[in-house]
């Protein structure tokens, strides 16, 4: 009688289900990495309507992030600053540039620039600005460098996960509240200033899920 | 106290009372079985158009996120702080009162009504109109553009127009407004009258005071407005006055915070007031009231008049009603009443509703007089606006003038006769017989579409005005937002009138406001947008005496025959009133608080009532349906739904107004019947009628035995002597004989916060954080839905239509269940607002396979949309039935196929996320204030407890009466402590030790012991 089935025909369920295997273990992974912000949104930077420079200002410049920032301690948003925030200074430097030209639009009609939004979070996450810096957490912490970009982009990956981290270890990344907008903010004994820190400002990171959704 | 504890029982329906095997078999499925199904596309589509909202992202073409824009001023405003809500002071006009309002701006948008403490009409609270206007501001369906013959022009078209046909100063011009108080647009009426040398202007109201300023009128001789001190008075008797009610009392914020203040048991050593209602169908005021009794509408004048009978064998001034003897001269309610106001001489209000005939009023005047009243918890005052004259006899001359003809210009400032003027004026008719006619309303509505001219109107928050509190205190209405569709107010509208100019109502008010303030305005006037008031003014008091003839003018009024068959009375709606608020879908949804009727209007009567018209007073639970019932009056017919309410007087029917409007709107079209028909000029309140069945059914949607408890001791009471006697009558031993189980042997292990458990304790692990509590008083409860309608607009909470509210899909966060106690001819009745009870121990959390419901640091039992999957075993085993399934994407739907979604996405709170399809929500303790709360706190001062107080839940803010407490229960000096720890505090379900953050504090009927009326009040 012969075969039915070729020899190979042995092998190949073995075959078919490492093949399964390997390909469940790559699809995970390419989930758990490709899918992830930490590769999705991290190094986001959109095309601005002006191609305003955080290196120049805030590296160069060293202008405090507050200058324009303005409401970043009493609200839940660190505002962009309006127009005339600009043309402070834009009135009498670099009057005729044309990357600025926008901005002298927005000054003179009195409608806004259509900025676009480089860190989003869902709408379903609840943060607020206000209640991170007046307890000592950085910009920096967040933001990244901001002082080094000339296009600004998202630094972190402002998933969940990442979040958790500093709410449950709160001492490892606080620092005083007066270094909140230092670039490139050091210290050695972290984890004793922080201690210090967290007992100083009654710090209590929340954890629970309404502390954000709601 | 007997050893066996009295049990009392208190019941929702009357199938809950009969115990029937169709109640059984409908409590206890969760939801009817059909309630998964999408059966009705159709009507459902309809409804989601029209509420529900979403965040509509700014595109989704990107498979990444969708970009967003971030758009910043041009120039910074000052004080703009975005992501921090702004508060401004203003007032809701409302007829010829306004209450004074904080609104919550978010990023310029009015989202959130609160009371203005400094306000009387307000003192800090409101009611369900004020909280509704919200959603009237964004209603896609409110008129967008004037409209001349129905078709759309601009409004410098009818600038144009008003400026050459006005310019005619000798026409016949009649005015017909709306009440009002507003002092500016009195100012501009007296400019139109002198401006037109052959004007009218007449006020008209469907529901106005009128009566009762006649009734002074016959009693004082002079046209007074009547103010009753409920919270001032010791013995209150009511008759047919639901001061407690929005629709029936225009001061019934200030009635309610007064009257619940007056209430307030703390302790044995407390009074309280007592108050005898008598009505014919159940009001709130009844249901709170210490004893009720149910008369037919038209005997209350009888039982009047035979009050002042009795009483004038004691008191002088009551001679016109000597010897007048009727039905209700031996009725034991008068002798009991007459004595009780006699021992209380001066500190007693006796009141009747406004709508009943000035004969009766001022009877009731007289009555007040005699006692000695006046002048403590009665007073009288002037109204500087009002003319010298019956308005309604005056508004039903200028129409007949019509019908002749001889109008040449009608001008219509924001109401809507043709639907709501009686019927046998034929207002409509009396259009077309005229000239030239103009209307300013909100929507292109019945008397709109009858008029030449239509001009759409204002909403107050988008409008400059003034007006006066009830006890004439004046306050300014600023605008929150420039008007979503170029309307006009009332007074920019008669301005135009009369100069044929635009003009701005900035101007006009300031005008008005600057002969107040001849001095220094500027500064005066930035006080009054500041604090909404101003409290240097208001209506002198007026001192009356009795009119010299009174007795004999009296005489020929005091005819009085009660309709011997079957009465129809016809009342404004609770929730729509008189239409006006009919596009309103969470005053449509807001179940009724008696019959707990949702989207529909229903003929109300007696079981008695009922059954001698072959109705079956226990409803079918399988259809849904009810009969309906024909009901005759005058000349017209109406068809109606046939509702079986417990307590209401028999041979009475009680009809509502408002509903079955036409080509209004998506919300209010086509929902319930119009009753108006019925009303005519000499039967404005009750005739006699005919009603016999049609054997047609109705569909109505009741949520009375949604969400049903099954019978389980959910209300606690006692009479006053009751609880002086046994102060500890509503702790669990002594409601059930026994200890709640586990709790002595959880004493045994040293725990005394409560019984031994399974589950690990989490109470008083978390001391460094606030730990929430909630408290309901259901000694200061009406049941009037404000905390429901706050909590609506608080936490984006949609509306889903009838259809789905009859499925038992209501989403209501916080329901308010009503309960019957005692005989179902005459019960007793109770509220309980029942929001999520916050268990320290919730069952719900044990049974959630994916941790999307837990507990939070501060003692909240959190939901996490983001993590619910939608398995709905969190609702199953939710003892008390608070939690609520998004059975559809109501928001979706409604950006999918709304043709203004954006509109209605200017009301949603952005602090609260807009939930999807399947998952499960409830009550939060409104999180978003607790955070911003803690949030506050920690920035300014460090700690991690608010101080008390400085956190408010949106139902405890609205809540007139201040029923509900909240706060941390940690902080042991705060109000919620103090609640917690009295005596009449308990939780429900004590035996499940679930141990709920939400307790209620038992409710105290002060009872007569004379009286032995039912309800038959329980002992302990």
């Known amino acids: 009688m012969s075969q039915i089935f070729p020899k190979w025909a042995d092998e190949a369920p073995k075959r078919i289900l490492i093949g399964v295997i390997i390909f469940l273990n790559a699809a995970i992974f390419g989930v758990w990495y490709f899918f992830s912000p930490e590769f999705t949104d991290v190094g986001y930077a959109p095309e601005q309507p002006v191609p305003f420079s955080h290196q120049v200002h805030a590296g160069q410049l060293g202008m405090d992030c507050q200058y324009c920032h303005t409401q970043v301690t009493e609200s839940r948003y660190a505002n962009i600053p309006a127009t005339q925030t600009c043309m402070n200074c834009h009135n009498q430097i670099l009057t005729d540039s044309e990357n600025l030209e926008p901005i002298r639009d927005s000054w003179e009609t009195g409608e806004p620039i259509e900025w676009v939004r480089v860190h989003m979070l869902p709408d379903f996450a609840y943060f607020n600005h206000a209640a991170h810096v007046s307890v000592g957490v950085g910009c920096e912490s967040c933001h990244g460098r901001i002082d080094r970009m000339e296009v600004v982009q998202q630094a972190e990956p402002l998933s969940m996960g990442w979040c958790l981290d500093c709410h449950r270890e709160p001492e490892k990344h606080v620092r005083p509240v007066e270094e909140v907008t230092t670039m490139g903010y050091t210290e050695e004994n972290q984890l004793e200033v922080g201690l210090d820190l967290v007992a100083k400002h009654n710090i209590n990171a929340p954890t629970y899920c309404q502390s954000c959704h709601y | 106290m007997s050893d066996q504890p009295k049990q009392t029982t208190y019941w929702k329906s009357l199938n809950e009372l009969a115990q029937n095997k169709e109640y059984e078999k409908f409590v206890q499925r969760e939801f009817p079985e059909d309630a998964t199904e999408l059966t009705d596309q159709v009507s459902r589509r309809s409804f989601l158009r029209v509420m529900g909202a979403s965040i509509a992202l700014a595109g989704f073409a990107s498979c990444r996120k969708p970009v967003q824009k971030i758009m910043p001023y041009s120039r910074q405003p000052e004080d703009m702080v975005q992501g921090v809500p702004l508060f401004y002071a203003t007032s809701m006009p409302f007829q010829d009162t306004v209450t004074g309002l904080v609104v919550e701006n978010n990023d310029g948008r009015p ?310 003027a009686p019927a046998d004026l034929n207002f409509a008719e009396a259009l077309e017989n005229t000239g030239t006619k103009v209307h300013l309303s909100d929507y292109f509505d019945e008397t709109s579409r009858n008029c030449d001219w239509h001009v759409n109107h204002a909403h107050f928050l988008e409008m400059w005005g003034d007006g006066l509190s009830y006890t004439g205190q004046r306050s300014v209405i600023q605008p929150q937002i420039l008007p979503l569709y170029d309307g006009l107010s009332e007074i920019e509208f008669i301005n135009t009138i009369i100069t044929g100019e635009e003009s701005t109502g900035y101007d006009l008010v300031r005008e008005t406001w600057q002969s107040y303030y001849p001095s220094d305005f500027d500064s005066q006037w930035e006080r009054i947008l500041h604090d909404g008031i101003e409290p240097d ?330 993590r619910c999957i939608g398995t709905r075993y969190c609702q199953n085993n939710c003892p008390f039935k608070v939690r609520r399934f998004n059975f559809f994407n109501y928001s979706k739907e409604f950006v999918a196929t709304g043709d203004d979604p954006e509109i209605i996405q200017m009301a949603m709170n952005p602090d609260v996320t807009v939930r999807f399809r399947g998952v499960i929500e409830k009550c939060t303790y409104c999180a978003q204030r607790l955070n911003r709360g803690k949030i506050n706190a920690k920035i300014a001062t460090g700690s991690r407890k608010p101080v008390d107080g400085a956190v408010q839940t949106a139902c405890q803010q609205a809540c007139p009466s201040n029923a509900i407490t909240f706060g941390d229960i940690t902080d042991q000096d705060s109000v919620i402590s103090q609640d917690k720890r009295n005596e009449r505090s308990y939780v429900l379900l004590e035996e499940m030790n679930v141990r709920p953050r939400t307790s209620y504090m038992a409710k105290i009927r002060n009872s007569n012991p004379e009286l032995v009326s039912p309800p038959d009040l329980p002992s302990h």
């Not at chain 2, 009566?211 to 047919?240: C, K, M, P, S």
């Not at chain 2, 009375?704 to 009558?729: C, T, V, W």
Request: charged share 20%; with cysteine; hydrophobic share 30%.
């Open chain 2, 537 to 866: 003014s208001g209506f002198g008091d007026v001192n009356v005496s009795l009119a010299a003839d009174f007795d004999s003018a009296i005489q020929p009024e005091l005819s009085y025959e009660p309709v011997s068959g079957i009465e129809i009375t016809i009342k404004p709606d609770s929730t729509l009133f008189d239409g006006r608020f009919a596009n309103n879908g969470w005053l449509q949804e807001l179940p009724d608080p008696m019959t707990k009727i949702s989207w529909d209007n229903v003929a109300m009567m007696s079981p008695k009532t009922a059954e001698s018209l072959g109705i079956n007073p226990e409803r079918s639970f399988s259809s849904r349906e009810v009969p309906v019932v024909r009901i005759s009056g005058g000349n017209s017919t109406i068809e109606i739904a046939a509702w079986v309410l417990p307590g209401h007087a028999d041979d009475s029917i009680t009809l509502t107004t408002g509903y079955g409007r036409r080509n209004i709107g998506r919300i209010a079209d086509g929902v319930g019947v119009d009753t108006y028909p019925l009303r005519t000029t000499s039967a404005m309140l009750y005739q006699p009628g005919e009603v016999s069945t049609t054997g047609q059914s109705y569909d109505i949607a009741c949520v009375q035995d949604h969400h049903s408890l099954e019978g389980r001791d959910m209300i606690r009471s006692a009479s006053l002597e009751g609880y002086k006697e046994h102060p500890d009558f509503a702790t669990y031993k002594n409601v059930h004989g026994y200890e709640v189980p586990g709790m002595e042997e959880a004493r045994e292990e040293g725990n005394e916060h409560g019984p031994i458990s399974l589950f690990t304790e989490t109470y008083g692990s978390y001391d460094d954080q606030p730990q929430w509590g909630m408290s309901i008083d259901l000694n200061s409860c009406f049941g009037c839905g404000v905390c429901t309608i706050a909590c609506q607009a608080e936490n984006n909470i949609p509306v889903i239509g009838k259809r789905e509210v009859s499925r038992r899909r209501i989403m209501h966060w916080i329901r308010i269940d009503r309960y019957f106690e005692g005989d179902e001819d005459n019960p007793g009745a109770y509220h309980q607002p029942v929001p999520c009870m916050h268990c320290e121990l919730a069952p719900c959390e044990q049974v959630c396979p994916v941790a999307a419901t837990t507990h939070s640091e501060d003692g909240v039992n959190q939901m996490t949309y983001n």
């Open chain 2, 111 to 420: 989202t959130k009504l609160e009371g203005n403490n400094e306000h009387p009409s307000s003192g800090g609270g409101t009611n369900i109109y004020n909280q509704g206007a919200i959603l009237n501001l964004y209603d896609p369906d409110r008129s967008h553009s004037p409209k001349r013959n129905g078709e759309n022009v601009s409004l410098s078209d009818f600038i144009s127009f008003s400026a050459e046909h006005f310019s005619n100063r000798d026409q016949r011009v009649l005015f017909i407004s709306e009440a009002t108080s507003s002092p500016t647009q009195n100012r501009l009426k007296q400019q139109a009258l002198r401006t037109f040398t052959n004007a009218e202007w007449v006020t008209y109201e469907p529901f106005s005071e009128n009566n009762a300023v006649e009734g002074t009128q016959l009693a004082f001789g002079q046209r007074l407005r009547t103010v009753n001190h409920y919270g001032q008075a010791d013995v209150i008797v009511a008759l047919d006055d639901d001061f407690v009610s929005p629709h029936r009392h225009q001061n019934s914020v200030e009635n309610a915070y007064r009257v619940s203040a007056n209430r307030k048991v703390t302790s044995v050593d407390d009074t309280m007031s007592r108050i005898y209602s008598i009505e014919n169908n159940f009001t709130a005021t009844g249901s709170y009231a210490d004893h009720r009794l149910r008369l037919k509408t038209s005997e209350i004048e009888g039982f009047t008049y035979a009050l002042a009978s009795r009483l004038s064998e004691s008191v002088n001034g009551l001679s016109a009603y000597n010897g007048i003897e009727n039905e209700f001269s031996d009725h034991e309610w008068v002798n009991t009443l007459a004595e009780d106001l006699l021992s209380n001489r001066g500190s007693s209000v006796v009141s009747i509703g406004k709508e009943y005939k000035p004969a009766a009023q001022a009877a009731v005047a007289a009555i007040n007089l005699a006692l000695g009243n006046n002048g403590n918890t009665v007073t009288y005052h002037e109204l500087p606006y009002r003319e010298n004259r019956d308005e309604n006899q005056a508004f039903s001359d200028a129409v007949r003038e019509m019908q002749n003809g001889a109008v040449d210009t009608v001008v219509l400032i924001g109401t809507n006769p043709v639907f709501t």
